[in-house]
């Protein structure tokens, strides 16, 4: 089973930015694609940016175009959420998920992961 870690959260103020880092051991992420999705409080879980372990393409949610980056260092066995010019409704508990890369692109569908992280949490807030 594919285990992944997130770290990198916190406690922002409006128009900060942050990294986000999702990391595993014992296995290569390399091969793998990996999903960043974020759920705020009454809300359903969002799928935010991918990164396709086939080709490395990438997606981004509509929502956070321009703000959000993704990117993979193989060196680091990570993937990182790059999240720019932060807003308060960015705010909720970030997650990574990881799935054998099935489709050459990857998808911001959550069923499609099967292992996911327990979760970063980001507060944006003055």
């Known amino acids: 089973q594919v285990h992944v870690v997130e770290s990198g959260g916190g406690l922002v103020q409006p128009g900060g930015s942050l990294r986000l880092s999702c990391g595993a051991s014992?296995?290569?992420?390399?091969?793998?694609?990996i999903g960043w999705f974020r759920q705020a409080p009454g809300k359903e879980r969002e799928g935010v940016s991918c990164?396709?372990?086939?080709?490395?393409?990438?997606d981004v949610a509509d929502s956070v175009q321009g703000r959000f980056t993704i990117s993979r260092d193989n060196a680091e066995n990570t993937v990182y959420l790059q999240i720019d010019s932060l807003k308060p409704e960015d705010t909720g508990v970030y997650y990574c998920?990881?799935?054998?890369?099935?489709?050459?692109?990857?998808?911001?569908?959550?069923?499609?992961?099967?292992?996911w992280g327990q979760g970063t949490q980001v507060t944006v807030s003055s």
């Open positions: 014992g296995f290569n992420l390399r091969y793998y694609t």
């Open positions: 990164i396709s372990g086939s080709d490395d393409s990438t």
């Open positions: 998920a990881a799935s054998p890369p099935v489709r050459r692109v990857c998808t911001l569908q959550s069923l499609r992961y099967p292992d």
